[in-house]
């Protein structure tokens, strides 16, 4: 098979790491891809939500399958766009169709969706411009901390936590008066707060059968213990060490089977992957959100414990057979942790070198916001490199991270040195 990757991160160079090991794989693309992908794979300097390009490539390059990594492609319909063109709708598209993908692309939608098939979540009540006014009196019924989300798609920075009414209020209208988060946040979903910790599940679906994968942890802060700004994910950890057996069946049965029933039932088309997010509250899973594609950096820990071919799984989904694979998960830890540029999530530099990668031994670093230069590996996004080990124990995991991550450098290169301390 030709297969083509869309996305430039580290959960791309992740899923070109696990592609490019089976036979299935005659040829792969990735589009726009970076260092990491470079070196397995042939990069195509085409973006994510250009859609005509990709069109020509596949054609031109007799393209089997795409896999698409982020979400603003599939919010913007790309399957749908390869099933409405009599030339690509052959081509198998993993991902979901736009209707089901507004479960990540509007909050408001995934809300009323969990409302309606009595999937546990928090509660919550939506706003806009118009009715602000109502929003600060909904505040008022609520009790700290405040949790305010964006509608629509924010680049993982549009979920604000406050413990002050006052600013909780302020904020509220920045998001919708003053469009802090742009048409993002033209609606406001407010909900009440749950305390517990949180974790991630992830589902590979055919759009009726299902496979539940290996959970996984991640660290949104940037700061030591879980402080400081947010941002896309310091490091990951899986498995879960609280997720005892009892607490995924719990997963399973309140969660993951009545998403996907309710997919049905809600004739929204779906073939790839869930992402759900769950905070453990007490003894019970619930849920935060949805994202209709892989976490990243959770990917960097999941497709590391995956031991099937990653192709064949991805083929039975575009088939509907997913029923007819048992899942093969290493029973090794995995961990990964980020490396970010000096100054992120805010304002950071880009264009610094990054060395010492020929010196790395027993992890996998992939590549996310990194790409050649004149020949050498530079910084181009503000998380700059995952580093993934496999451990007997998460401890253990982590140790062979950490001794690797010192063996690399970039200016002004920060990283979480506490990844896996709260468990």
Same mark, same amino acid.
């Not at 791309?12 to 589009?31: D, R, Y």
């Not at 009715?131 to 549009?158: H, I, R, S």
């Not at 048992?326 to 880009?350: C, F, H, N, Q, W």
């Given at each position: ?64 399958? !795409?896999?698409?990594?982020?979400? %603003?492609?599939?919010?913007? $319909?790309?399957? &749908?766009?390869? *099933? #409405? ?126 496979? !539940?994968?290996?959970?996984?942890? %991640?660290?949104?802060?940037? $700061?030591?213990? &879980?402080?400081? *700004? #947010? ?137 996310? $916001? ?54």
């Amino acid at each position: 098979m030709t297969i083509l990757i869309l996305g430039s991160g580290g959960r791309e160079h992740t899923f070109a790491w696990k592609i490019s090991q089976s036979p299935l794989c005659k040829k792969l693309f990735v589009a726009p891809g970076n260092s990491g992908t470079a070196a397995i794979a042939e990069n195509v300097a085409i973006g994510v939500t250009d859609f005509e390009a990709i069109k020509n490539l596949v054609l031109e390059n007799n393209i089997d399958m !795409v896999v698409v990594g982020p979400e %603003d492609p599939l919010v913007q $319909g790309v399957h &749908d766009f390869f *099933l #409405n063109d009599d030339k690509l709708k052959h081509v198998a598209v993993i991902g979901p169709e736009k209707a089901a993908a507004e479960l990540e692309g509007s909050k408001e939608f995934a809300k009323e969706f969990l409302f309606r098939h009595n999937i546990p979540t928090a509660a919550y009540k939506s706003f806009n411009k118009s009715n602000v006014e109502e929003g600060y009196a909904f505040l008022e019924t609520l009790t700290a901390p405040y949790v305010l989300k964006a509608d629509g798609l924010a680049a993982g920075k549009g979920v604000l936590i406050l413990s002050d009414l006052d600013e909780a209020k302020d904020e509220l209208k920045a998001m919708l008066v003053d469009s802090k988060f742009g048409a993002a946040s033209t609606k406001v979903v407010i909900e009440e707060f749950l305390d517990g910790i949180e974790l991630s599940c992830f589902v590979l679906t055919d759009g009726t059968n299902y496979k !539940v994968l290996p959970t996984a942890k %991640d660290y949104k802060r940037i $700061g030591e213990g &879980d402080t400081g *700004l #947010n941002t896309g994910g310091m490091g990951a950890v899986s498995p879960v060490p609280f997720a005892t057996d009892e607490f995924l069946e719990k997963i399973e049965t309140r969660i993951v089977k009545p998403t996907i029933e309710g997919l049905i039932k809600d004739n929204l088309p779906y073939k790839g992957f869930v992402f759900i997010g769950l905070i453990k509250v007490g003894d019970d899973p619930m849920v935060i959100e949805y994202n209709v594609r892989m976490g990243d950096p959770e990917t960097e820990v999941v497709l590391p414990r995956l031991k099937n071919d990653f192709v064949e799984l991805l083929q039975a989904v575009a088939n509907g057979t997913l029923n007819e694979i048992d899942l093969e998960i290493d029973e090794r830890a995995a961990t990964t942790v980020m490396t970010v540029s000096g100054g992120y999530p805010e304002a950071y530099e880009k264009g610094k070198e990054i060395t010492g990668l020929e010196n790395i031994e027993g992890s996998i670093p992939f590549h996310a $916001g990194a790409d050649l230069k004149d020949g050498k590996v530079v910084t181009t996004g503000g998380r700059v490199l995952a580093m993934t080990s496999y451990g007997n124990t998460y401890q253990e995991a982590i140790k062979k991270s950490y001794q690797n991550i010192e063996k690399l450098h970039f200016d002004k290169m920060y990283y979480r040195k506490d990844i896996g301390f709260d468990l």
